[in-house]
């Protein structure tokens, strides 16, 4: 036990004596050890606590990587406003679009119309084989034939005849109507209203269908012309006014001098024509149109002139002033009240001619 005592104790006191020299060689040193691996890591030192430090370095970091993700929140919001557009020029569009084409492109569409519009021949042989359009020039004196009772709340902005039967349009936003009309009475066989908040315009007649124009809703609603169920629309930029169709391409006017021609399917622009007469004036306010073989005949709004257009120069080739057609003028009551409505039956060559709210609709010979 002593002997074991003895070298225990020994031992201690060299492990004693050991740390105390331990303790000397480390001088003041030895206590900040313990900070020293933060230091020495911030250092950049190469140890295993390097790891740590980078990693922090790195988290350090992360607030540029934040920015990214700023980056990628203004992204977001460039890319909503693109589709945005779509979806506010969609709105025209699905109201009434099932057969439409984009609105968005038509206007791009017109700029390069002008150039087509030759190279589309205004060939209107369907309708011109059974018109016997004499060549119409100069002043243009007229015939009443016979005259037939017309509807007097018919704000009439289209007029059309078609195998035996009158088909018009009126205006006004809530009373705008598509119907048949019998011509010898008067009398409405069939009609359609139009959305009340729309304001209808031109008419006319493509194969089986109707396509009738809205005035500011850049909308054109497709009817059928047996039932006048809806069966589709258009949308275009501008004002729609009057409309026809000669065969080959509809022709439309919007209250200027211009007339755009249009595919008769898809409503697409394929040309334009400016109209102006001899001396080089423009005839402005072309509003309900007729197509008659190859020309294109316009009553001119708030007047009672009717101008004939050859559509390939946009001259005016002939004009006939129907002042005196009706006694009294209805437009003295009601300024509104003006010559609007031209149809052609190509079965007798003769014209009907009526305006908005006129009591008559007369059949007229041109010469
Ligand atoms: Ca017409």
Request: net charge negative; aromatic share 6%; hydrophobic share 35%.
């Amino acid at each position: 036990m002593a002997a074991l005592s003895l070298s225990r104790t020994l031992s201690i006191a060299f492990w004693l004596l050991a740390a105390m020299a331990l303790l000397a060689a480390c001088g003041s040193d030895a206590p900040p050890s313990p900070t020293t691996p933060v230091a020495t890591s911030s250092a950049g030192a190469p140890t295993s606590t390097a790891p740590t430090a980078q990693s922090t370095a790195d988290h350090s970091a992360e607030p540029t990587t934040a920015s990214p993700t700023a980056e990628r929140t203004p992204a977001p919001e460039s890319s909503p406003p693109s589709p945005t557009p779509v979806s506010t020029s969609a709105p025209v569009g699905p109201t009434s679009q099932p057969t439409a084409v984009q609105p968005t492109a038509r206007p791009t569409d017109q700029p390069s119309t002008p150039i087509p519009e030759r190279t589309i021949p205004a060939t209107a042989e369907p309708t011109a084989a059974a018109t016997p359009s004499p060549a119409w020039s100069g002043t243009l004196t007229y015939q009443v034939l016979a005259t037939y009772p017309h509807d007097t709340t018919a704000f009439t902005q289209g007029l059309l005849w078609f195998d035996g039967l009158v088909y018009e349009s009126t205006g006004l936003r809530g009373e705008s109507v598509l119907r048949i009309v019998d011509l010898p009475s008067g009398r409405v066989l069939r009609e359609t209203a139009a959305d009340p908040r729309h304001f209808g315009e031109g008419l006319a007649l493509v194969g089986d269908q109707l396509v009738w124009l809205t005035w500011q809703a850049g909308t054109a609603g497709v009817y059928r012309q047996d039932t006048l169920e809806q069966a589709g629309s258009f949308t275009y930029s501008g004002e729609g006014w009057g409309l026809c169709h000669d065969g080959d391409r509809l022709v439309m006017s919007d209250g200027s001098n211009t007339l755009t021609f249009r595919h008769p399917t898809t409503f697409q622009v394929m040309g334009t024509v400016p109209v102006t007469r001899a001396n080089g004036s423009p005839v402005n306010r072309l509003n309900e149109l007729e197509c008659v073989g190859s020309d294109v005949w316009a009553n001119v709004w708030l007047t009672d002139r009717i101008v004939v257009i050859d559509p390939d120069s946009g001259a005016v080739i002939a004009e006939a002033d129907m002042a005196g057609i009706i006694n009294p003028h209805p437009a003295l009551t009601d300024s509104n009240d003006v010559l609007n409505g031209i149809a052609y039956r190509p079965d007798t060559g003769t014209f009907l001619i009526t305006g908005k709210r006129w009591p008559t609709i007369f059949e007229v010979r041109f010469e």
